[in-house]
């Protein structure tokens, strides 16, 4: 881990997540803190961080809080080689149907976009034909 520790507002500024995000994510217990100051400010560190981004990510996948914190526990214990009571090749085997969980709802997002860019081509011409008159 090594490495100095932040207060909540710098790990604000690094993730793009708003202080409020980033302690709601302390309270549902999907990445607390790694320690407080002696004057019970919250810090954090790289490793900390790192995990706030993972959760970023899948918050517009659709994950839900169960989900998040399932795939965030095979991560932490693949990463951590301390696969505690499961063979690590189920945790790997879960992990794959994460991963495939993922490349499902990022098909249904690329597809949303594609209709989102099409409907902007659409007023954009029509805004041009107008613009003409």
Do not use: W
């Not at 909540?8 to 217990?29: F, N, P, Q």
């Not at 189920?90 to 860019?117: H, N, P, Q, S, W």
């Amino acid at each position: 881990m090594g490495g100095k520790h932040m207060q909540i507002g710098e790990v604000a500024d690094r993730t793009g997540l708003s202080l409020r995000t980033i302690r709601h994510y302390e309270d549902v217990d999907l990445a607390p803190p790694s320690a407080r100051s002696q004057g019970g400010f919250r810090l954090y560190t790289d490793d900390d961080v790192a995990r706030l981004l993972v959760i970023k990510r899948m918050k517009p996948l659709g994950f839900t809080l169960e989900e998040m914190r399932d795939l965030l526990t095979i991560l932490d214990r693949l990463q951590s080689g301390t696969p505690g009571d499961e063979d690590p090749s189920e945790l790997a085997k879960r992990l794959a149907l994460y991963r495939t969980l993922v490349e499902e709802r990022c098909d249904k997002m690329r597809a949303r976009l594609a209709d989102a860019e099409q409907f902007s081509a659409e007023l954009s011409a029509e805004l041009r034909k107008h613009n003409r008159a």
